[in-house]
């Protein structure tokens, strides 16, 4: 393939239309002709102009001579970090180019690193609105300039190159010396050398090879559902904390992780003391023993550990050298072991029970022999530990070149070819050795003796004593058999040795790598102190202290025996929940669920799980309760401190599957009245500006209704949805951390009021609409411009459209804080830099300076005092001249008024108008709330005069059928009177600039000033609606008399008839209507039943 450069590729002239983006197709010919001249000229290929003229043309030739560069191309994409902007004249220069004549991007990994990723720097790719908007006309397109990288969003440039240094110099493993070279290590333990035998012996060969498979099956699930997760993604540190955390959150992760990196520090313990027991064995042998057995083995173990440790803090690479050289001990142990049951045997060894292969020593080892203390279960929970180990090496998945190739590899082979050991060993001792031997080289079998079937009766020697006394050798006395039968006996001791060994140098390396990446992601702040990593390898030092102390405490104990089958349990719990991991992401279907291990079925998942669980109670119920326990308790823990992580884990995806779920299912259902509940649109602006008006909503929608806080945002569009995505997550995060459960949503529209229709009819979602739409009293309106009183009363029409009921919220002071909110957050501003600026001066201070006039130079260029004075001059005194006290302390105080515990009083619940009961409802379920259940409620209802008696007890029994309490009733028979001479005086005093006046001009004159101002308020509609007028003004009066004590009022919203009511004359109303009272939520519900008497 030949790709054909010109040089003046950057050189085309710019197009006359300088407003739009053009890409120009480009026409070239390979100056240098090689490989050209033989072929006729291959098709053309065109590249879309965005321009009006396509002057140039591209030309890819694809010619068998170039095979080469072609096959090239993807080698030399892979170093396109030093290509040269300009460079046009290689051949590869279109591959690497291809998006560099354009702001948009080609795919890049660079894009999608995490912030800070120690594989790369992250590069951010052009936002949309970069090559949406049009393009500036001063701005020239450089090439590669689609490629830079966001010094702001990633890291600063000496980390990225320390980060880069760190790389290099890492000590990497692959997946034989990561992997498998651990995993075989740790699941060939000391149970190979002196328990199988007497597994087999207790089991026979047949149960033992359901007891192995059965542990297999086990471990082969738990690896396949790691090998799923772990490919799932890029895997760092922390194995199998990093794996369920990522995968089911940091509540199961950060529970799961502490006891796995507490049992993988125990466990260094519980191998030191086998290997000490051992060494003890043979001190007693050659009566060597140092002071006793148990401090011996204290003595000895202690030892063991501080050289084990030493070991690990030398470097991962040292530890991986130890592993190997006890690899190779335990491989020739295990080849010495099958090479000694072929060597014939002697009769020394005849008389301890080895005969070489037999037939007949086979078929009576094939059935199982149970002592009357033991049983399947009680021999699977023995052997069982002996299967665990598989996490060896994922626990260093830090450390791993590959982990996603190298885990899944590693772990998996480890287990076949461990089985196939376990397999062969069992079946070699079972073919063997007999059950029982005396040991006695006299015991032959007498001429004409009957054997009863007895394999060692048939070969020559008769161990029937056996049957009625303890023999010291055979299958189920002798922990020893396979010393015996390898071909050099301290062979065996020696794989003893490497397999203690090398199981406890595992976890002592494991349990540091875990606990640093738990304490890493800052789950439990008290463990924050071991996070910290050391050198090029970021070796955890202070982790591997704290095990080593662990494992020390737990050596000088000198008694595992109980706490080993804690271990086990803690082992396979997290086992569990691997498999619990991968079940869960698979079922909850989230498109980030794409694992490469492709060998994986969810259902088999959960069967694991299920498995490990069992297992757990079959080794030791006790053991599993406890670690249940446990692990309940830190969970319960994790999840009460909420730790600000988001890994996106599948309880996340589940939660959302479920969310839809049940919206979906809802929409199945029809709406019962039983089941109303207020769903609001609340016209907050930003959450934090009015915050009472949201906490009052809130009081009667937290925990029982849908509560949208709604931001209108009017203005030029671009302008406006630049802001209004810029605040999303800042002000859905304000309602988190306030712990209000309300959501925020905004528009941008070319008014308020188109804005809030649009969020009336699309807000929500499926059956979870707003039924509500609650807004603050427009308190300012006799001073608001005219187009903001027709948007505000032209909301109230648009919800009663729509059938939404309208909430209107009226306080003293009003709930407008943002102005208060400004001034806080520019101190806030002037206090760190005042804090910087003491902070500078003070380093500078502890400095030493160099002397002289060179030294004051220096300080003041440090102190960067011309760009900080003018700053400091002009907004500080600005700010300081303002002192706290100018500010409006009412209005804060009135803010936070709903958040306050209310206390002994009354809601008062004016329920004048049937609007379908919300105007109850509202106030009953305030009563319900901790902070208003000291308030009773007092309900006023019109009625009348001659007949308030018989309506007090009327509305008395259907509040009782509507089984709501309440304080009082009281009927107010005198609401249709006449107010007060002053009381109208001030109503009428408050429309006067707003009226047309126009019965006292002539019909010209009027007919024109109806059509110059037709927002004013006519006489004609004044007196049409007088008695309206007279009953809000009335109102008002019946309110000051009876609610003026009141901790709330709630009171029917009256209604303007649309074309009949002008927005000044409703405004009016309401504003005499609420004058000088306690906070008044005026509700008129969508004249639908929310409340209901039947059951």
């Not at 504003?1071 to 000088?1076: A, D, P, V």
Request: with cysteine; aromatic share 10%.
């Amino acid at each position: 393939m030949s790709l054909n450069n010109s040089s003046n590729i950057f050189l085309d002239s710019v197009p006359s239309n300088t407003n739009r983006f053009q890409v120009n197709v480009i026409n070239e010919s390979h100056e240098s002709g090689e490989g050209l001249n033989d072929n006729t000229d291959p098709p053309h290929y065109e590249e879309t102009s965005f321009g009006d003229e396509a002057q140039n043309r591209l030309r890819i030739s694809f010619r068998p001579g170039n095979q080469e560069c072609y096959d090239n191309f993807g080698e030399t994409a892979k170093t396109d970090a030093s290509f040269q902007a300009y460079d046009s004249h290689t051949n590869t220069y279109y591959l690497q180019t291809f998006g560099h004549n354009t702001v948009d991007a080609v795919p890049k990994i660079e894009y999608y690193r995490n912030t800070g990723s120690i594989s790369g720097p992250k590069v951010n790719r052009p936002s949309l609105l970069e090559i949406h908007e049009q393009l500036a006309k001063n701005v020239a397109v450089a090439p590669g300039s689609a490629d830079r990288v966001a010094n702001g969003d990633g890291m600063p440039g000496d980390e990225q190159a320390e980060n880069k240094e760190d790389q290099t110099g890492a000590v990497k493993f692959g997946w034989v010396k990561g992997v498998l070279v651990r995993c075989m290590l740790n699941i060939w333990g000391v149970m190979l050398f002196i328990r199988l035998s007497w597994i087999v012996g207790e089991a026979g060969i047949g149960l033992g090879f359901i007891i192995i498979g059965l542990s297999v099956v086990v471990t082969t699930l738990t690896g396949i559902s790691m090998s799923a997760i772990c490919t799932n993604g890029v895997v760092r540190g922390g194995g199998a904390y990093y794996l369920i955390s990522r995968s089911l959150g940091p509540e199961f992760g950060g529970s799961i992780g502490l006891i796995f990196a507490f049992a993988n520090a125990v466990a260094v313990a519980m191998y030191v003391v086998g290997f000490a027991e051992t060494v003890v064995d043979l001190l007693k042998e050659s009566d060597s023993l140092m002071v006793d057995p148990t401090n011996d083995i204290r003595i000895i173990g202690t030892i063991t550990v501080v050289i084990l440790l030493g070991i690990s803090v030398a470097g991962m690479e040292w530890e991986a050298k130890a592993q190997v050289l006890l690899l190779v001990i335990l491989l020739i142990a295990i080849a010495n072991f099958f090479i000694g049951t072929v060597i014939p045997s002697n009769n020394e060894k005849k008389s301890r029970g080895f005969f070489n292969y037999q037939a007949s020593i086979f078929a009576e080892n094939f059935g199982p022999s149970f002592e009357q203390d033991q049983g399947f279960f009680s021999v699977f929970a023995i052997f069982f530990p002996a299967a665990t180990g598989i996490l060896a090496g994922a626990n260093i998945s830090g450390d791993l070149e590959d982990p996603q190739d190298a885990i899944p590899r590693g772990t998996m082979l480890a287990i076949f070819i461990t089985t196939i050991a376990y397999l062969g060993v069992a079946i070699c001792v079972g073919a063997c050795v007999v059950r029982d031997a005396t040991g006695n080289l006299n015991d032959t079998v007498i001429s004409g003796m009957n054997c009863n079937g007895s394999a060692a009766c048939g070969l020559g020697y008769d161990f029937s004593k056996c049957r009625h006394e303890r023999c010291p050798y055979g299958l189920m006395n002798n922990f020893q058999v396979m010393s015996m039968v390898s071909g050099f006996g301290p062979l065996i001791t020696a794989g003893i040795f490497s397999a203690t060994l090398s199981s406890a140098l595992a976890s002592l390396v494991s349990a540091p790598k875990v606990f640093q990446a738990l304490c890493k992601d800052n789950i439990y702040k008290a463990l924050q102190f071991f996070a910290k990593g050391y050198g090029k390898n970021n070796e955890p030092l202070r982790g591997y202290v704290l095990t080593f102390l662990i494992a020390l405490a737990f050596i000088l104990i000198a008694e595992l025996n109980t706490i080993a089958p804690i271990i086990s349990n803690f082992f396979l719990a997290s086992y569990a929940l691997i498999n619990f991991s991968c079940f869960h992401a698979s079922y909850a279907k989230s498109p980030g669920w794409r694992p490469a291990y492709g060998i994986y079925n969810m259902w088999v998942s959960l069967f694991g799980a299920i498995l490990c669980c069992a297992v757990m109670f079959i080794i030791n119920w006790k053991a599993a309760v406890i670690t249940y326990v446990i692990e309940f308790f830190l969970y319960i823990y994790v999840t009460y401190k909420k730790p600000d992580v988001n890994w996106g884990s599948s309880t996340q995806a589940l939660s959302y599957v479920s969310a839809l779920d049940n919206a979906l299912e809802l929409t199945t259902v029809e709406d019962h009245v039983k089941n109303f509940r207020p769903q609001c649109i609340v016209l907050t602006g930003g959450p934090m500006t009015r915050p009472a008006l949201l906490d009052i909503t809130h009081a009667f929608t937290k925990n029982s209704g849908l509560c949208i806080c709604c931001e209108v945002f009017v203005g030029p569009r671009k302008l406006c949805v630049k802001e209004m995505n810029s605040g999303m997550a800042k002000k859905q995060a304000w309602l988190i951390k306030n712990k209000i459960k309300a959501f925020y949503a905004a528009v941008a529209a070319d008014c308020f009021r188109d804005g809030v229709r649009s969020l009336l009819q699309a807000s929500g979602l499926g059956r979870m609409k707003p039924n509500t739409l609650v807004v603050g009293y427009k308190k300012n309106w006799r001073k608001a411009p005219l187009a903001e009183i027709e948007n505000y009363v032209g909301i109230i029409h648009d919800a009663f459209d729509f059938e939404i009921g309208v909430v209107i919220v009226r306080i003293t002071q009003g709930f407008d804080i943002s102005q208060v909110l400004q001034v806080q957050e520019e101190l806030e501003k002037l206090e760190q830099e005042r804090l910087a600026l003491e902070a500078t001066i003070k380093d500078n201070e502890c400095e030493e300076g160099s002397g002289g006039i060179r030294g004051l130079f220096k300080k003041a260029s440090k102190l960067n005092i011309t760009k900080l004075a003018p700053r400091k001059d002009g907004s500080v005194n600005t700010i300081q001249s303002m002192h706290v006290g100018e500010f409006n302390q009412k209005l804060v105080e009135a803010s936070t008024q709903f958040k306050k515990k209310q206390g002994k009083g009354t809601i008062d619940v004016w329920w004048l108008f049937d609007d379908g009961g919300l105007t109850l409802l509202i106030p009953y379920i305030l009563t319900l709330r901790k902070k208003w259940k000291d308030c009773k409620l007092r309900i006023y209802v019109g009625g009348k005069i001659n007949r308030i008696e018989e309506e007090k007890i009327t509305m008395a029994s259907l509040l009782s059928k509507f089984r709501i309490k309440f304080a009082d009733i009281h009927i107010i028979g005198d609401i249709n009177i006449k107010p007060n001479k002053e009381s109208w005086k001030v109503f009428e005093e408050m429309i006067e600039p707003y009226r047309l006046h126009e019965s006292c001009k002539d019909l010209t004159t009027a007919e024109k000033l109806k059509r110059e101002t037709p927002w004013k308020i006519t006489d004609a509609e004044l007196e049409a609606v007088k008695e309206k007028s007279f009953r809000q003004v009335r109102l008002n009066e019946l309110l000051q008399e009876h609610s003026r004590a009141a901790n709330l009022i709630v009171l029917s919203l009256p209604v303007a008839r649309k074309g009949s009511i002008s927005d000044l004359l409703y405004l009016a109303w309401l504003e005499i209507l609420t004058k000088n009272l306690p906070p008044v939520l005026l509700v008129r519900g969508n004249h639908k039943n929310v409340l209901t008497f039947y059951s």
